[in-house]
């Protein structure tokens, strides 16, 4: 994974998001709809439906194509990917509170010299640890203008 995006992605591998979260829930058996509704087993489908929100947030905010990264030796899995000005920007999003070895390595690692910080998305306060930037999932939608701002 390296800048630029469009320039280096590959075709035979991708994700398929649905434009409304609405219609990812839709999608599901009549069962599986159920469950969500009276909230159970919200576990099950939690992390594709925040992971959706969040692809849906992107979209609608100006990022007209989304990246993820996926690697299985050593096993490394990005959601999203954007960029700032003059680096790679990974977008990991959390549907649990747990850790981000993904995000971590991507930063760490000297294989990805285009990553200097990432970006973690999920149910926390906003804050900076000195490798990524941690938001909530309702800030999605401000993320451009934030890495605009962040490059002045």
């Known amino acids: 994974m390296e800048l630029p995006l469009k320039g280096n992605y590959n075709s035979d591998f991708y994700k398929l998001y ?10 599901l058996d ?5 469950d969500l ?6 576990g099950t489908y939690k992390g ?5 929100i969040v ?10 194509q989304l990246y993820f990264y996926k690697h299985d ?8 990917f954007v960029r700032d000005a ?16 993904s995000l971590n390595n991507l930063i760490k690692w000297e294989s990805y010299r285009d990553v200097k910080y990432g970006i973690k998305l999920g149910y926390k306060n ?18 451009k203008r934030f890495l605009k701002d962040r490059d002045k």
Do not use: C
């Open 48 to 52: 594709a439906i925040y992971e959706n």
């Open 86 to 101: 003059d680096s790679l920007v990974p977008v990991e999003v959390k549907a649990k509170d747990g850790e981000t070895a």
């Open 126 to 143: 906003i804050g900076w640890n000195g490798q990524f930037y941690t938001f909530p999932y309702f800030l999605t939608f401000l993320l």
């Open 55 to 64: 692809g849906e947030m992107l979209r609608k905010s100006g990022y007209g």
């Open 37 to 42: 509704r009276a909230n159970k087993n919200f």
């Open 18 to 27: 649905y434009h409304d979260t609405g219609l990812l829930i839709a999608s």
């Open 30 to 34: 009549e069962e599986a709809q159920e």
């Open 73 to 80: 030796n050593p096993a490394l899995e990005m959601d999203f």
